[in-house]
């Protein structure tokens, strides 16, 4: 009887393995510098000692100096990504699930004072997984805008959240712990919920027929758009509210 041929997935290169867990290893050490010494701790000959290389794996590892501190904001990102998947959706409240996420952000910045300034305290880096991290945000800034709940454009919306959180941290971190008040956390939290949302929903009916039904019924009393425009959109309208 035949045997029929195996196919094997191919080995991973254990050189790239060993690389990755170099890597790993070297950005946990400049991490603990970081979080230790501040950023003036973290020099290549410390993190070389602390990871137990020579320098010259550091350089060829990352370049330089600024390329490691690029790969340990990445990874500082990544985690706080990791920290905001944990958030459990709520459909049926779209404003405590960000109420939830602005939490998350101040807690993990807390946490972390090191590490979070490095990664928005230098907006230059991390560039590709900061805007993941705000495409995030922005999907439920939009599931609150589709419940009616939203007072203002959800790019502004969205702005104001990371603003008010970034400002929370770096506000609290510069501050003599004396003089810390946990209610400075709370209160500018509600006022961001305050700001970029509304108690009562603009439009009751849920989906975009209600919605599509209660723009139609403004659109006389608009001025900002031609008569083609307003024609132009009353049509779509009328398409969308049925």
Same mark, same amino acid.
């Not at 100096?65 to 990874?75: H, I, N, Q, S």
């Not at 007072?151 to 609290?172: F, N, Y």
């Not at 946990?182 to 939290?189: F, G, K, Q, S, W």
């Given at each position: 009887?035949?045997?029929?041929?195996?196919?094997?997935?191919?080995?991973?290169?254990?050189?790239?393995? !060993?690389? &990755?867990?170099?890597?790993?290893? /070297?950005? +946990? *050490? !400049?991490?603990?510098?970081?979080?230790?010494?501040?950023?003036?701790?973290?020099?290549?000959?410390?993190?070389? +000692? *602390?990871?137990?290389?020579?320098?010259?794996?550091?350089? @060829?590892?990352?370049? +330089?100096?600024?390329?490691?501190?690029? =790969?340990?904001?990445?990874?500082?990102?990544?985690?706080?990504? =990791?920290?905001?998947?944990?958030?459990?959706?709520?459909?049926? +409240?779209?404003?405590?699930? %960000? @109420?939830?996420?602005?939490?998350?952000?101040?807690?993990?910045?807390? *946490?972390?004072?090191?590490?979070?300034?490095?990664?928005?305290?230098?907006?230059?880096?991390?560039?590709? /997984?900061? #805007?993941?991290?705000? &495409?995030? %945000?922005?999907?439920?800034?939009?599931?609150?805008?589709?419940?009616? %709940? $939203?007072?203002?454009?959800?790019?502004?919306?969205?702005?104001?959240?990371?603003?008010?959180?970034?400002?929370?941290?770096?506000?609290?971190?510069?501050?003599?712990?004396?003089? @810390?008040?946990?209610?400075?956390?709370?209160?500018?939290?509600? !006022?961001?919920?305050?700001?970029?949302?509304?108690?009562?929903?603009? /439009?009751?009916?849920?989906?975009?027929?209600?919605? !599509?039904?209660?723009?139609?019924? =403004?659109?006389?009393?608009?001025?900002?758009?031609?008569?083609?425009?307003?024609? $132009?959109?009353?049509?779509?309208?009328? #398409?969308?509210?049925?």
């Amino acid at each position: 009887m035949p045997v029929e041929p195996t196919h094997t997935r191919p080995a991973a290169d254990p050189g790239t393995a !060993a690389r &990755e867990q170099t890597r790993r290893r /070297v950005v +946990d *050490a !400049a991490i603990d510098l970081l979080e230790r010494g501040g950023r003036d701790a973290v020099t290549t000959r410390a993190v070389a +000692d *602390a990871a137990g290389l020579q320098p010259p794996a550091l350089y @060829r590892l990352f370049g +330089d100096k600024e390329g490691l501190l690029d =790969a340990v904001a990445v990874y500082g990102f990544t985690r706080f990504l =990791a920290a905001k998947q944990q958030i459990d959706p709520a459909p049926q +409240d779209p404003v405590k699930e %960000l @109420r939830d996420g602005w939490d998350v952000v101040v807690e993990f910045g807390l *946490a972390n004072p090191a590490l979070y300034t490095l990664m928005y305290g230098e907006p230059t880096r991390s560039t590709a /997984v900061f #805007r993941i991290g705000f &495409e995030r %945000l922005k999907e439920r800034i939009r599931r609150i805008a589709a419940a009616g %709940l $939203l007072s203002v454009e959800e790019g502004l919306a969205a702005q104001i959240v990371h603003a008010t959180a970034g400002g929370a941290v770096l506000t609290w971190l510069s501050m003599p712990e004396s003089e @810390r008040d946990p209610a400075l956390l709370v209160t500018l939290r509600e !006022a961001m919920i305050t700001t970029v949302t509304t108690r009562e929903p603009a /439009v009751r009916e849920p989906g975009p027929a209600g919605a !599509a039904r209660a723009l139609r019924a =403004a659109l006389p009393g608009q001025s900002v758009l031609s008569d083609a425009e307003r024609h $132009l959109l009353t049509e779509w309208l009328q #398409r969308l509210s049925v």
